[in-house]
T-cell receptor, first 112, second 114 residues
Framework: DTGVSQDPRHKITKRGQNVTFRCDPISEHNRLYWYRQTLGQGPEFLTYFQNEAQLEKSRLLSDRFSAERPKGSFSTLEIQRTEQGDSAMYLC??????????FGQGTRLTVV | AQSVTQPDIHITVSEGASLELRCNYSYGATPYLFWYVQSPGQGLQLLLKYFSGDTLVQGIKGFEAEFKRSQSSFNLRKPSVHWSDAAEYFCAVGPSGGSYIPTFGRGTSLIVHP
């Protein structure tokens, strides 16, 4: 068990570019969550998968954001046409059923 | 909808002093409750959890928390703080019943003076 892994750890992009982040959950975990965290705030829920099904999306998730978990294992989060307001830490977490969520180290996105 | 309130944005303590971080939750049923710690630029690490049973739960790094249903609280305590405890602490209400999404408070920043 290597824990939740996120890639890349840091990403700097120009406004208007697309970016994609990857999350590899703990192998036996069926639930996967994406959160966004800005400075001085707690993690804000973006979206949640149970196996490969995306069961819930936050209103924070505009149509520029899309997430997938194609085989119920790793997940990707894509942001299209990035804006400066997208700059944040993007956190992935996984859990086994309704148990505690384990977090990755996060991807720090900076849009310039 | 579930929610979590951490009323203290910053807490400053001296090394060796005791600590209590406050957490209040709003949830219609019996909650699952968690405390996480985050160091700068890092992800969140689970300190402890409450699902059911004994309302006083022990966690890692010498932390404990007590679930008080009558007060809708889950306060985090440590009898003697170390300088390495300086970090951001988050309380969370976890999935239970029909709500599947762990919801976090805004966090409390712990500053430790030598």
């Amino acid at each position: 068990d290597t824990g939740v892994s996120q890639d890349p750890r840091h990403k700097i992009t120009k406004r208007g570019q697309n970016v994609t982040f990857r999350c590899d959950p703990i192998s036996e975990h069926n639930r996967l969550y994406w959160y966004r965290q800005t400075l001085g705030q707690g993690p804000e829920f973006l979206t949640y998968f149970q196996n490969e099904a995306q069961l819930e999306k936050s209103r924070l998730l505009s149509d520029r954001f899309s997430a997938e978990r194609p085989k119920g294992s790793f997940s990707t989060l894509e942001i299209q046409r990035t804006e400066q307001g997208d700059s944040a830490m993007y956190l992935c977490a996984s859990s086994l059923g309704q148990k505690e969520a384990f977090f990755g180290q996060g991807t720090r996105l900076t849009v310039v | 909808a579930q929610s979590v309130t951490q009323p203290d944005i910053h807490i400053t303590v001296s090394e060796g002093a005791s600590l209590e971080l406050r957490c209040n939750y709003s949830y219609g049923a019996t909650p699952y409750l968690f405390w996480y710690v985050q160091s700068p630029g890092q992800g969140l690490q689970l300190l402890l959890k409450y699902f059911s049973g004994d309302t006083l739960v022990q966690g890692i790094k010498g932390f404990e928390a007590e679930f008080k249903r009558s007060q809708s609280s889950f306060n985090l305590r440590k009898p003697s703080v170390h300088w390495s405890d300086a970090a951001e602490y988050f309380c969370a209400v976890g999935p239970s019943g029909g709500s599947y999404i762990p919801t976090f408070g805004r966090g409390t920043s712990l500053i430790v003076h030598p």
